[in-house]
C-alpha cells in the first residue's frame, strides 16, 4: 500500500471509530513507517505536482502546435516567448498558492 493511502486509509478509519482515546492525536505505531519518511514522502510528491502545474505552459492549441511544426522561424519564436511567459506566470502561482485557501475557481 501506497504510503500517503496508508495515511489517508488509517485517518479514515480513526474518524469511523466510535470511541477515541484522543480527539487530536493519532499513535506513530499505527503509520507503519517513520513519521520523517512519511514527511519526506510528501515532499516529493508536492515537488513533482508543483512539476506538472508548471508543465502546463508547454500544451498548446492545435492551431499553435502545427504552427510549431509548419511556421515561420517568426511566427515559432513568437509562441515560444508565449509559452515562456505562461511558465513564469504558473512558476509565480505556485509561489503564492496558499493550500489552506479553500475557495475553488469557478
Not at 2 to 19: G, P
Not at 20 to 38: P, T
Not at 65 to 92: P, W
Request: hydrophobic share 35%.
Amino acid at each position: 500500500m501506497d504510503d500517503i493511502d496508508e495515511v489517508l486509509q488509517r485517518a479514515k478509519k480513526l474518524h469511523k471509530q466510535e470511541k477515541r482515546e484522543y480527539m487530536y492525536a493519532n499513535r506513530l505505531s499505527d503509520l507503519g513507517v517513520s513519521k520523517d519518511a512519511m514527511k519526506e514522502s510528501i515532499k516529493e510528491r508536492i515537488q513533482l505536482l508543483c512539476g506538472a502545474y508548471i508543465s502546463l505552459a508547454s500544451y498548446v492549441c492545435d492551431e499553435d502546435f502545427k504552427t510549431l511544426i509548419a511556421g515561420s522561424k517568426r511566427q515559432k519564436k513568437k509562441l515560444y516567448k508565449r509559452m515562456l511567459k505562461e511558465i513564469d506566470l504558473l512558476q509565480k502561482e505556485i509561489h503564492i498558492f496558499d493550500p489552506f485557501d479553500i475557495k475553488h475557481d469557478p
